[in-house]
């Protein structure tokens, strides 16, 4: 395929919180292009010089258009990440977009155990996750699918609980909603098509190496 050819770079990146982190960081190591913004409705955006390519996609299609290579490489959470159950290569854990993935119920109807909320309702985004979590604690669930607003979910009687990202609360605190279990936390994280990282291993090599240092750079 033209787009992903052999000296050029392909990058994918998604819309959201991650994005401007995400070119900032990369930009640091070389891999920047002008009108590379979120807000751009070109949606590849090219520096011949850098030979570099910028896919910009909805945060869960990034996985994919890294796992089936027509994205080299690419940044997402670690939370769609996992939901994705895509096959690509982790490359590097980038420390930015931290969050936690929980459980959460209205307040007013918070019950004792975990367990009392058994064979209930869970309005998510991250089905699969949830569903192994709640497996690994013997419990059957009905998962509702939400793509956005999740918290909306028992608030108007759709379901018992939710399954969603936490980052500062207040979400959560603004519709008195409390967490009562965290099942995993979240970072960006790098991300490689696998026959690219066998292709281009050199650059991706280098890429991952200059954002270690970066990063440790960083945390100083
Ligand atoms: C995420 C998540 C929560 C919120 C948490 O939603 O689904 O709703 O952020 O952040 P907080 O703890 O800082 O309040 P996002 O803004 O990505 O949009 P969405 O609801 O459309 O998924």
Redesign the pocket.
């Known amino acids: 395929m033209e787009i992903n050819d052999l000296d050029y770079l392909t990058v994918a990146l998604p819309k959201?919180?991650l994005f401007s982190p995400s070119a900032e960081l990369l930009a640091k190591a070389g891999l920047s292009a002008e009108g590379l913004e979120e807000s751009s409705r070109k949606l590849v955006i090219v520096n011949d010089r850098a030979k570099v390519k910028f896919i910009i996609s909805k945060?869960a299609d990034v996985p994919t258009y890294v796992e089936y290579g027509a994205a080299d490489i690419g940044v997402i959470g670690k939370d769609v990440l996992m939901e994705s159950g895509q096959d690509v290569y982790e490359l590097l854990d980038l420390g930015f977009g931290r969050?936690h993935l929980m459980m959460a119920v209205p307040e007013a109807e918070r019950r004792p155990h975990l367990e009392d909320y058994a064979h209930t309702r869970v309005a998510t985004?991250f089905p699969r996750i949830a569903e192994r979590f709640f497996g690994e604690h013997g419990m059957q669930m009905e998962y509702i699918k939400l793509?956005?607003?999740?918290?909306l979910g028992p608030i108007v009687g759709l379901s018992e609980s939710i399954v969603?990202?936490?980052?500062?609360?207040?979400?959560?605190?603004?519709n008195h909603l409390v967490e009562i279990v965290s099942i995993m936390d979240a970072t960006a994280r790098l991300i490689s098509n696998r026959v690219s990282f066998r292709m281009k291993f050199e650059r991706i090599h280098r890429l991952v190496e200059d954002l270690q240092e970066i990063l440790r750079g960083d945390n100083k």
Do not use: F, M, Q
Not at 147 to 151: A, L, V
């Open positions: 959201g919180k945060t969050c985004k793509n956005g607003s999740i918290e969603d990202i936490v980052e500062t609360g207040t979400t959560l605190r603004e």
